[in-house]
């Protein structure tokens, strides 16, 4: 009995930023997949380059410093940590 597949040949894209603005990508042709695969990579790097000039690294003070150092247990799971 032959089966039947199914081939994609379009794809919608949403991003949707924090202030509420939407980037809309999409595609249609047979290669879609290969559209798709290479549109996602591309907005994965432009975010990725967005968070890494946007977030600059703040300093612990001593009293949270000192509470990391010295936790056993992990506040959300309460698993313990390896001495390692």
């Known amino acids: 009995m032959p089966t039947q597949g199914q081939v994609p040949v379009a794809y919608s894209l949403l991003c949707v930023r924090l ?27 432009t975010k990725i380059d967005l968070i890494r000039k946007r977030n600059v690294f703040v300093p612990p003070d001593k009293e949270t410093l000192l509470k990391f150092q010295s936790a056993t247990h992990c506040e959300l799971c309460s698993a313990k940590f390896d001495s390692q």
Request: hydrophobic share 40%; net charge negative; glycine share 8%.
């Open 19 to 45: 202030d509420g603005f939407i980037e809309r990508h999409s595609y249609l042709g047979l290669d879609c997949v290969d559209h798709f695969i290479q549109t996602a990579m591309d907005l994965a790097k």
